[in-house]
């Protein structure tokens, strides 16, 4: 071998071979690596498509059905249906209208035998015999719904134990072409039109799975050629996803060319790796950073699985999982014998009356500023969470006193019953508090949350609005109330129980019967006399109120009626007044009983005037305009305003009795009972006072200017006492005598 051919060798060998093997194994490795990549990359983008067609067909399921119930879950199609057979209504909103509104294909009304008595195809009014073309394939779907509704699901969701209309929702063939078809009964949406299972009329409605709506997808969803067919056949690069029947079966099937955005890659830089070493170098570089890039966006997106795992959606908050964790952590760190650790279990006060009379919208949005005003109220510590609906809790650790919690529970309540403005309007809620406290000699979360739950039942019963820190004597109280609960309800079945009594309220200065106040008695047959102040707030609670009430109501009237021109006082409840019936219900007692309304007075509480919804202001504007007297109760202990005062037109205000019974020991209910008199005395309302037990009392009250008095002192044993004291007092000479003892005698023979 020559020495130039040596050289050349030797070159070869030496530089150029290992250059050559570095080119030939870089372009390997980045061409295997780009193989790799685009692969990977084309996989996730077909996953991510494929999600988001099946999301998207399931949405337009769920959509179609949700349209469907707009008319059908409707009191005007049951009368229309149902009751008249109004052939130009089903026509105009049953057939027609779904074709011009919401572009459903298909729409047919079955007869509680199932037989056509409608139908509309393609914006088309038609015979209905056509449905025989189709009936094998809807009937059985028909059947299947009459026979859920049979099970309870129509009489659940008529009866409001379910919010749902029940509903058969499938995928089916028709004249070849697939569609999505649901069902649904012709039913009541308010509840007023009582239905039975068997008898309702069937409305069924289909939209096909066409072109439209493939065009619309492949806007919404930058697919390209989106297209549905009845076959899995697919054509060039093209890829399915099976849509399926209710029982998994294939019958259709949505065909798209997906997007492959590692192939567009491949396809650019493969000639730059053949051209040149330099431009494979920097080939790698850009894959390296674009496959960063897609690591960084799966990173983030798993962080955000993540947090929606662990995240209330609507507040941003943790939700109950991260919530549970939290407060397992925080009791594994509770030392002994140091600092504590408190669990607060929030529930909002009158939020469902928020939903109720502004929507669920306006619901949401108090909760989101519920969140937003109480998170800034606790330390960055504290865990703070939504469990749902309007439940939150906080966990909070390093208490060293139960002073601080009871200054966080105070921010708390002070910072919600503010008035929240929300599109819909302003709404007034509280928020009630139970909270139980963990040392290092008690670390379970179960009895942590059981005690805090027994507490927000207390904080809940004693009026709302307020906090409660489990105490042990808890667990007893919440025990007597669930046993005279149950005691109550088998009072009720027992009729010989509750009896009602009726109090004197006595006018000028105890000389003249203005009347009497109606009150439910309950003799036990084990424990004796109950206490109404014991078991009325148990029967609110509970929602036996009004059972309870509508005993005083009819037997009070029935008094009443016997002795025309005598005031007949009677006390009520929120429940009653929110109840939109009350009113019809007082009434007719009223004319079953011959009672006169001028001679009847309702009683409120001054929390429940403050708290007065929308039906309960209603309906104490109408007894006002009907002639019934409102009297105000209790006044003192809450925080009515003159306008509310003004507003309500109330007749008769009363002295909280825990005022008189306070007024020899302190100078404050003095100062109250003189500034309600003159209140009273501004706007023109008469002033009572209740809980009069003594005569220095009754003497005490009209110096001060009350008109009228309820109390022990005017029963017949207290008469005889005053009459007593008044004979031994030389230098008392009243001009009136008291009341007559038969008088008062009278309306306890009455009861």
């Known amino acids: 071998m020559g020495a130039v051919a040596q050289k050349r060798w030797q070159f070869f060998s030496g530089v150029l071979a290992p250059i050559l093997l570095a080119i030939v194994g870089t372009l390997l490795t980045v061409g295997s690596f780009i193989v790799w990549s685009t692969s990977r990359n084309d996989d996730a983008a077909l996953s991510r498509q494929t999600s988001l067609v099946t999301h998207i067909l399931n949405d337009q399921q769920n959509l179609v059905a949700s349209e469907q119930e707009d008319v059908a879950a409707w009191d005007d199609a049951v009368e229309a249906v149902q009751l008249n057979f109004d052939l130009d209504w089903i026509e105009h909103n049953l057939g027609l209208g779904m074709y011009d509104y919401f572009g459903h294909n298909r729409s047919y009304l079955l007869n509680p035998q199932l037989r056509p008595v409608y139908a509309m195809r393609d914006g088309v009014t038609v015979d209905p015999k056509v449905f025989e073309t189709e009936r094998d394939t809807l009937e059985p779907l028909a059947q299947r719904l009459r026979e859920i509704n049979w099970r309870g699901a129509l009489a659940a969701y008529i009866n409001g134990a379910s919010n749902k209309v029940p509903n058969i929702l499938d995928v089916v063939l028709i004249e070849g072409q697939p569609a999505i078809v649901s069902l649904m009964p012709i039913v009541t949406d308010s509840g007023d039109i009582e239905q039975g299972p068997g008898l309702e009329y069937i409305h069924i409605t289909a939209q096909f799975l066409d072109a439209e709506l493939a065009a619309e997808m492949t806007d919404l969803l930058l697919l390209e050629g989106a297209r549905f067919s009845t076959t899995a056949d697919?054509?060039?690069?093209?890829?399915?996803?099976?849509?399926?029947?209710?029982?998994?079966?294939?019958?259709?099937?949505?065909?798209?060319?997906?997007?492959?955005?590692?192939?567009?890659?491949?396809?650019?830089?493969?000639?730059?790796?053949?051209?040149?070493?330099?431009?494979?170098?920097?080939?790698?570089?850009?894959?390296?950073?674009?496959?960063?890039?897609?690591?960084?966006?799966?990173?983030?997106?798993?962080?955000?699985?993540?947090?929606?795992?662990?995240?209330?959606?609507?507040?941003?908050?943790?939700?109950?999982?991260?919530?549970?964790?939290?407060?397992?952590?925080?009791?594994?760190?509770?030392?002994?014998?140091?600092?504590?650790?408190?669990?607060?279990?929030?529930?909002?006060?009158?939020?469902k009356q928020v939903n109720d009379t502004l929507g669920h919208e306006a619901g949401d949005e108090l909760i989101i500023q519920v969140a937003q005003r109480i998170r800034p109220l606790v330390r960055d510590a504290d865990s703070l969470a939504r469990l749902g609906g309007d439940e939150f809790a906080i966990v909070a650790e390093n208490i060293t006193s139960n002073s601080d919690i009871a200054a966080l529970c105070n921010r708390i309540v002070q910072g919600i019953r503010k008035p929240f403005d929300l599109k819909a309007g302003q709404a007034f809620v509280g928020v009630s508090i139970g909270v139980s406290i963990a040392d290092g000699n008690q670390a379970d979360s179960a009895e942590l949350t059981r005690k805090a739950d027994i507490a927000l039942y207390e904080a809940k019963g004693g009026g709302r609005n307020q906090y409660k820190i489990f105490e042990d004597r808890m667990n007893d109280v919440v025990q007597r109330r669930l046993s005279i609960e149950a005691d109550l309800r088998a009072a009720l079945l027992a009729e010989d129980q509750l009896s009602v009594t009726y109090a004197p309220i006595i006018r000028n200065e105890g000389s003249e019967l203005l009347g009497v106040e109606a009150k439910i008695n309950w003799h036990h047959p084990e424990l004796g006399d109950i206490d109404s102040d014991v078991f009325l707030p148990i029967a609110e609670t509970s929602g036996l109120i009004e059972i309870v009430c509508d005993i005083v109501l009819r037997d009070a009237f029935m008094v009443g009626a016997q002795s025309p021109g005598k005031l007949m006082a009677v006390r009520v409840f929120s429940a009653q007044l929110r109840n939109p019936n009350f009113f019809d219900k007082v009434f007719s007692l009223i004319g079953t009983t011959n009672m006169r309304p001028g001679d009847l007075e309702l009683e409120i509480g001054e929390k429940m005037l403050s708290e007065a919804e929308e039906i309960a202001s209603t309906n104490l504007r109408k007894f006002r305009q009907a002639g019934i007297r409102i009297a105000l109760g209790d006044f003192g202990t809450g925080f009515t305003s003159l306008r509310l005062l003004q507003q309500f037109q109330v007749d008769r205000i009363k002295i909280d009795r825990s005022f008189i019974a306070e007024l020899a020991q302190s100078p404050d209910p003095e100062a109250i009972t003189h500034a309600v008199v003159w209140l009273a005395r501004a706007i023109g309302v008469e002033v009572s006072a209740d809980g009069v037990d003594t005569v220095e009392q009754k003497e005490f009250l009209t110096r001060m200017g009350c008109m009228s008095f309820q109390g022990e002192l005017f029963s017949p044993s207290g008469q005889a006492a005053w009459l007593r004291v008044a004979a031994r007092d030389e230098e008392a000479k009243p001009t009136q005598s008291p009341v007559e003892l038969k008088d008062i005698e009278m309306w306890d023979n009455a009861s």
């Open 234 to 351: 697919v054509t060039g690069d093209e890829t399915t996803h099976a849509i399926r029947n209710l029982v998994g079966q294939p019958i259709a099937y949505f065909a798209w060319k997906p997007d492959r955005p590692g192939a567009r890659i491949y396809s650019e830089t493969a000639p730059a790796i053949g051209g040149a070493v330099i431009m494979a170098a920097v080939i790698i570089t850009i894959l390296v950073l674009r496959l960063r890039r897609s690591t960084a966006q799966l990173e983030a997106g798993r962080a955000s699985a993540q947090h929606l795992a662990y995240h209330d959606a609507l507040t941003g908050l943790g939700n109950r999982v991260m919530f549970e964790e939290r407060m397992r952590g925080a009791i594994e760190r509770i030392k002994p014998n140091g600092e504590k650790t408190a669990l607060l279990l929030l529930d909002l006060d009158r939020f």
